[in-house]
């Protein structure tokens, strides 16, 4: 059987170039099979790690809450830690070994009497005097599966008398899964129940908020002067290629460079968005000058030629017809490198936003984390509950990621113009 483009070419098995043709053409479709094979690889990897990550993180979007009586509204609003502890044990009056009281308190979040005092003052607390409030993370890691209740007891952290306790709650209904509302209202926390991504949420979106401050106008200015004003010598031609260079230059060398110049020379705040934010520009600056000059140069000659033989200055130009043109390239760039931002963890890390912090920051210069941050700190936490909440906070940043870099394809195909 001959093949359809040697049929065009109407060569037969006769002709000379019959079998250099069909090896080309082989060639040819073993080429576009490669090609389609590395998509299907690719995406069978990128379809195993969605899946693992969210099989991962979707738990914690639900935690254990645990009911508990308030007949004594004095005692909570004067005492809330004490109200809880008495609430639990009038559910197991039985218990009286001082080791036992512990581990009934143990199936209670710490921040339980938080919760309660919050209810009293809101006028929250149920008509038939209770409260549900958050369980510890080792019951909610019970109640989801993640601790075996048949292990050997050395191999969990409940023990059997725990065990009892919280099968007997079950069977009272005092248990149930709630939507996990301290994920996305808190700020860090030890205990893993507690633990929101609120605090580096804020975080980085304040230090995104400085960067883009920082480095659109500069990185703009840098690329309209070099592309269009510039003098061409030299010296233009060093400092264009050391803004290429200083493209591909490792992120945590602006980490150095920013905690050597922001920290120690200027003494800014050290583990605060303004410095993040400022350690972040100099990352992206290179970026949006290189993508900038790009789009600048897409413009064709003949738009500043025809704005110049009208009348127009050079600036004029520039920034009344060139820079409207080149505009959607210089946007859609500058939002790409702002999603390289917000994922970036190591020039952070230089400037000391891996410490630990329990509050939302109020301003830029309090102390603060970021997403990819907070990703490190709870995966090298011990703590079971901390596992799912690495996976459910790099299922939101992610989503951050998707966001940006949708919005940067739509706007490039909403206002692209072909020459």
Not at 84 to 103: H, W
Not at 139 to 159: C, E, Q, W
Not at 374 to 390: C, N, R, V
Request: hydrophobic fraction near 50%; aromatic fraction near 6%; include cysteine.
């Amino acid at each position: 059987m001959t093949d359809p483009a040697m049929h065009s070419l109407k060569l037969t098995p006769e002709h000379p170039d019959y079998k250099r043709l069909r090896k080309r053409r082989a060639k040819e479709r073993r080429f576009q099979l490669y090609g389609l094979l590395a998509i299907i690889f690719s995406a069978v990897f990128l379809a195993g790690l969605l899946v693992s990550i969210i099989g991962k993180g979707a738990p914690a979007f639900v935690t254990t809450e645990i009911f508990l009586p308030v007949p004594d509204i004095a005692l909570a609003e004067e005492n809330p830690r004490k109200a809880i502890q008495t609430s639990i044990r009038s559910l197991f009056p039985e218990v009286e070994d001082r080791r036992q009281k512990r581990d009934l308190y143990g199936l209670i979040s710490k921040g339980a009497p938080q919760q309660l005092a919050t209810a009293i003052a809101e006028g929250s607390i149920a008509a038939d005097g209770g409260i549900w409030v958050s369980a510890a993370s080792d019951v909610d890691m019970v109640r989801k599966g993640k601790i075996d209740r048949d292990a050997p007891a050395h191999l969990r952290r409940v023990n059997d008398v725990q065990l009892g306790w919280i099968a007997a709650l079950e069977e009272q209904g005092r248990v149930r899964l709630s939507f996990n509302r301290n994920l996305f209202t808190q700020a860090d926390s030890r205990e893993p129940e507690l633990a929101g991504i609120l605090g580096a949420l804020t975080g980085s979106l304040m230090s995104l908020f400085i960067c883009l401050l920082v480095a659109m106008p500069v990185g703009i200015g840098a690329a309209i002067y070099l592309q269009e004003f510039a003098p061409k010598n030299k010296i233009t031609v060093i400092i264009e290629l050391c803004i290429n260079n200083l493209a591909a230059v490792p992120s945590i060398v602006f980490g150095l460079l920013a905690l050597a110049v922001y920290l120690h020379f200027f003494n800014l705040p050290r583990s605060s968005p303004l410095v993040g934010g400022l350690a972040l520009a100099l990352l992206i600056l290179p970026i949006i000058v290189v993508t900038s000059r790009t789009a600048i140069a897409a413009v064709p000659p003949s738009i500043r030629d025809a704005a110049i033989g009208l009348g127009a200055s050079r600036t004029q130009a520039m920034f009344h017809h060139v820079l409207p043109l080149s505009l959607p390239g210089i946007m859609t760039g500058t939002i790409l490198s702002i999603a390289r931002a917000l994922g970036e963890t190591a020039p952070l890390l230089m400037i000391g936003m891996v410490a630990f912090v329990a509050d939302v920051p109020a301003d830029l210069t309090s102390p603060s984390t970021a997403m990819p941050v907070q990703i490190y700190l709870w995966s090298d936490s011990p703590e079971m509950g901390f596992a799912e909440k690495t996976s459910a906070a790099i299922m939101i940043l992610l989503v951050l990621l998707a966001v940006l870099n949708g919005f940067a394809s739509w706007l490039r195909k909403k206002t692209e113009r072909r020459w």
